[in-house]
């Protein structure tokens, strides 16, 4: 996860403003944090005439639903941010592709050369050994590659990052 926030931070540095760390918005979060609470309620107020294993649902539902809501918002709302285009208006997409180990020099070579779809179109493994994180602007004017190798129980950068404008 930080080297995710090390690559945002890396990114909005060096694209020129193009790029910049925003906070995702809040509002869906709140939404479900609120409808929680009103099956919560709806629960509370049910009547006799309603199962006790409705009731109990519509607690557990509401429960989870303020939960789930609340660690939402409190993430987006406190959370490192998230690279924004602002050219287009919108947020970067993350992609996590993971290689083996044997891959490391090839996945390295193709970051450095700004070949992100052959690096897409290089077979992908379970493993988690190398693992290259690319970020592309919805309209694919904007994309930055960099990939990292577990290395002494830590992920390290094996190539430096590498950004793409068309």
Request: contains cysteine.
């Amino acid at each position: 996860m930080s080297n995710n926030r090390n690559i945002c931070e890396a990114l909005c540095a060096s694209s020129d403003g193009v790029i910049v760390c925003r906070h995702k918005s809040a509002a869906m979060p709140a939404a479900i944090f609120f409808a929680g609470a009103i099956l919560i309620a709806a629960s509370y107020a049910a009547g006799a005439g309603v199962p006790s294993g409705v009731i109990s649902a519509l607690g557990f539902a509401g429960g989870v639903l303020v939960f789930a809501g609340g660690v939402l918002a409190l993430k987006r709302i406190y959370g490192a941010g998230s690279p924004y285009h602002t050219g287009e208006g919108r947020f970067l997409r993350v992609e996590e592709l993971r290689f083996a180990k044997e891959k490391s020099a090839e996945v390295a070579r193709l970051v450095r050369e700004g070949d992100f779809d052959a690096l897409r179109a290089l077979s992908h493994d379970g493993v988690s050994s190398v693992t290259a994180t690319v970020f592309t602007s919805p309209g694919g004017t904007f994309r930055a590659c960099q990939a990292f190798e577990f290395i002494d129980l830590e992920m390290r950068p094996i190539c430096d990052l590498k950004i793409v404008r068309r």
